[in-house]
């Protein structure tokens, strides 16, 4: 027998984290309200992340809490596989609603990284079914995070994420990533490097356009860093796509759900894929959840064989989850009902323009923003990366703010319900921080 004191921070190995940096000086939440967290000292803090790009709605929200407690005690489990039960079909309803014109389909998974795994095979099995089975290649890009699964990592672009799990998935290329440098300070999309989508004909021209079966990118690349997609950018991806036959995967996890000012970002963009992977919001982060959005050619290409045939051999024993279906339709209540989405949208100008006043602040060589969204990039120091924009993010933990960490890049995703003095404090406090940054 091993002897635990209650306490004891040892045994949870802790994902995506410095483990025995957390657990020398640990960092302690232990409730949620709308726009803060409180910590196990009793502190405030000011959620400038939304979680984790999740909780859109912000904490605790009341709408959200009732209809989870709710349906535990109703029914807190039902097979999806030969099974139904009502609130996964009209939580897929819902979505279907405000998803872009023609994404009519609705498929359930746990977690993002689950809906990216899922798209990739919804798209190899669909070119069999319509029998070019010979498009098995997948197309992702440098710097793109598609969560951690290996179908995610391997079309995913972030170095640190790939090299030590073996070689991947094969049959994988990349298109490059569309941070330039003469982009340097952009409000909102960038000018330079639609070009860049053109890497896609090069690609096509290597491997020939009929054993690609998908292209997948984030619209706008959140993990990495907040990279934005240059103007046109998306578009000549859609046409150059469109144009082999290959489908086209927008990973909305941090995307959906009003970030950028509309229900996703096709919208935003006003481009279109044929398969859409969501979660985070989905849920608001309450219950873990995520769904693959899929037009109807994509969804009506299985529906073929014998009826008393399983049409696509996948699926999760938590697919549709009852409590995760009452979670994501009070989630999809409280955006409307709050009109969270065009508050995103209306405070986005405020937000830009906060962001940017910190262009002078110490150590700052980029700030990149769109919708709710926003990163600060720090100069590195010498052989340290990421150690400046790590310190900063523990002042600004001390300072009384939440704020997120990749590389040298601070990325803020604060809660739709967030206020303009909310911006204030988010970043004056972020230009002391900066101030006293070594
Ligand atoms: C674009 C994108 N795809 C996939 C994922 C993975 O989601 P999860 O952590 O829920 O597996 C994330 C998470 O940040 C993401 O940003």
Redesign the pocket.
Known sequence: MHDHKANDLDAFWMPFTANRQFKANPRMLVAAKDMHYTTSEGRQILDGTAG???CNAGHCRPKIVEAVQKQVAQMDYAPAFQMGHPIAFELANRLVDIAPEGMDHVFYTN??????ETALKIALAYHRARGEGQRTRLIGRER??????FG?ISVGGIVTNRKNFGTLLAGVDHLPHTHLPENRFSKGQPEHGAHLADELERIVTLHGGDTIAAVIV?PM???TGVLLPPKGYLQRLRDITAKHGILLIF?????GFGRLGAPFAAQHYGVTPDLM?T??GLTNGTI?M?AVLASGAVHDAFMNGPEHMIELFHGYTYSGNPIACAAGIATLDTYAEEGLFENAASLAPYWQEALHSLRDARHVIDIRNEGLIGAIELDPIAGEPTKRAFTAFLKAYEAGILIRTTGDIIAMSPPLMITKDQIDTLVGTLRDVLGKLD
């Open positions: 984790l790009w999740c977690s993002g990284s689950e809906s990216v793109g995070y598609h969560g951690v699964n995610g984030e690349a959140g993990s990973d909305e996890v941090i995307t992977t979660a985070k873990p995520g």
